[in-house]
């Protein structure tokens, strides 16, 4: 059985319900405190599915948690993730993103549970120095959220060298997208307050959905880029549910191979991305091709710290999971305005 932090968010609740999908005989432990995720993106109801409100650091409740249920893996997806608020409350995402992963590590430790997919993100990199960038590039954050995420990478390689812990650090470029198939009444999707993502801005503003007349807003158009606008490689969060599944199977296998200590078995990195960019424009031009209506936009400055491009390398994790998207931006996009459509939180 495994276990799932952060399980009621965006990312861990695709992961929860793919893996539930992908594996019909086993069950699965979810631990959500709430504070960003909705219980509705999970079904509650499913008697394989076994859901606790709990902070990760909290030693108590978690300890209860692993003496309830006996855990092989767990895949950790608990974390802040805005880069402008990481900035302005710094010392939220070392306590939040960081002390409580720690803490948790150590519930883990004394459960013995030794295997842990991580939850991480390109934005370790910092400013890239060539594109697309591969696992090699050197991880230089210029961001408190990127910098957080990179002390759990090395807090990971330093427990694998001391403790054995086996993991795979996933590095996402940009998740997008929605569940494309869900059941009636159970459409899962993005939700976040405050929303600071492209697609779902974009598909907003041209549907009005805020009844406010909202328009986008565009952060600059003078990057070194084909037209100008920033460019992102978006992937799908049902691909990115699929590469965690991969990666718990490399993970239990003998053939497992790592980065750290190839001898040893123990810990990797990997990217997950398209391998392709797109600027703001044409995402823009994307949502407008589903949407069928035109999407109102300001050009405003840049804003500080965006670099021109971040564009995915996933060789490495096509070679090793045998993994590759299968969503394009179309899809994704496609996927994203459904579930608009059709929001229940």
């Known amino acids: 059985m495994i276990l799932v932090t952060g399980a009621a968010g965006y990312i861990g609740s695709h992961f929860v319900r793919y893996y539930l999908k992908q594996n019909p005989d086993s069950d699965l432990v979810a631990v959500d405190n709430l504070s960003l995720g909705n219980k509705q993106s999970l079904d509650t109801s499913c008697s394989r599915l076994h859901f606790y409100n709990a902070a990760i650091g909290d030693r108590a409740a978690v300890g209860k948690v692993f003496a309830n249920h006996k855990i092989d893996a767990v895949v950790h997806f608990a974390a802040n993730a805005y ?3 990481s900035q302005t409350k710094p010392f939220k995402y070392f306590e939040n993103n960081v002390s409580e992963t720690l803490r948790f590590l150590q519930s883990m430790q004394e459960a013995q549970v030794n295997k842990i997919v991580f939850s991480s993100t390109c934005a370790t990199y910092g400013n890239p120095q060539y594109v697309p960038i591969d696992e090699k590039h050197p991880q230089k954050p210029i961001n408190t959220y990127g910098s957080t995420k990179l002390m759990i990478e090395e807090a990971l390689r330093a427990l694998a060298l001391s403790l054995q812990i086996r993991y795979v650090c996933l590095r996402y470029f940009n998740a997008a997208g929605a569940d494309p198939n869900p059941p009636e009444g159970q459409e899962i999707g993005e939700s976040h307050e405050p929303e600071s993502h492209l697609i779902p801005l974009a598909i907003s503003a041209s549907l009005n959905l805020d009844k406010t007349q909202k328009r986008l807003k565009v952060f600059g158009d003078d ?11 978006y992937i799908h969060v049902n691909d990115l549910a ?3 599944c991969l990666a718990l199977k490399l993970l239990s296998s003998e053939s497992f191979v790592g980065d750290v200590d190839e001898s040893k078995q ?4 990997l990217n997950l ?3 392709h960019g797109a600027s703001v424009k044409e995402v823009i031009a994307a949502v407008e091709e589903v949407t069928g209506s035109a999407v109102p936009f300001d050009l405003v400055a840049r804003r500080p710290g965006d670099p021109p491009a971040l564009v995915a390398d996933f060789s490495k994790a096509k070679a090793i999971l045998g993994w590759q998207p299968k969503f394009d931006l179309k899809q994704t996009v496609e996927s994203a305005y459904k579930w608009e459509l059709k929001r229940r939180y």
Do not use: K, N, P
């Open 83 to 85: 880069v402008g608020e």
């Open 223 to 233: 990057y070194e880029t084909a037209d100008g606008t920033c460019v992102r490689d």
């Open 242 to 244: 699929e590469a965690h």
């Open 266 to 269: 123990l810990g990797l990195a």
């Open 273 to 275: 991305g398209t391998a």
